[in-house]
């Protein structure tokens, strides 16, 4: 047998149909959409209806007539401005209180074994299994004057008066990292574990 002989095909090998290919991929991407359908119906029925709706009503005075004054209302009223920013204060910060302490985590869960990282993954996705309600209440018996981190910093020596850390923009960055914090940290750490190490 020659080197050529071994490398070219041979005429009897099967060919692929390019046609019956496209077809077939096809077939997978209507299937995917009737999968999909009744979800973006809902979608759109409950979400982007209503949306576009107020949008179109937003484009409307008193009278009717077509007007940009809500807008430049909104943007009169210094509280809608203060809402407006400390939104974006909070998002800011709450995102990089996660960056900070997520991207650490997951390259430490993506450094343990598996067992070990199984175990700090599920105290890692434990505020998914939580009610909002006891996590805000737990959130504030922490914080609070006479809370948990209060009195441990006072016995310490460390302060001499109770910090202001719940009912304030400090409580609502702790609370809301403590709630986001899965988000960044699970998609991190999936990319980390198909990192080859070697």
Known sequence: ?????????????????????????????????????????????VIIVPIGWLFWLSLFDETGALSASNYARFFQQPSYIKTFLTT??????????????????AYMLSQLPRRAASICLILVILPFWTSVLVRTYAWLVILQRKGLINSWLI???????PLPLANNFAGVIIGMTHIMLPFLVLPLYASMKTIDTD
């Open 1 to 45: 047998m020659s080197m050529q002989s071994a490398i070219l095909p041979h005429a009897s090998a099967p060919t692929l149909n390019a046609d019956a290919l496209h077809a077939d991929a096809r077939r997978e991407s209507f299937g995917l959409l009737a999968l999909l359908s009744p979800g973006l119906l809902l979608v759109f029925a």
């Open 88 to 105: 974006f204060k909070v998002a800011f910060a709450v995102t990089g209180a996660c960056v900070v302490l997520g991207y650490p985590l």
């Open 155 to 161: 016995d310490l020596g460390v302060i001499s008066q």
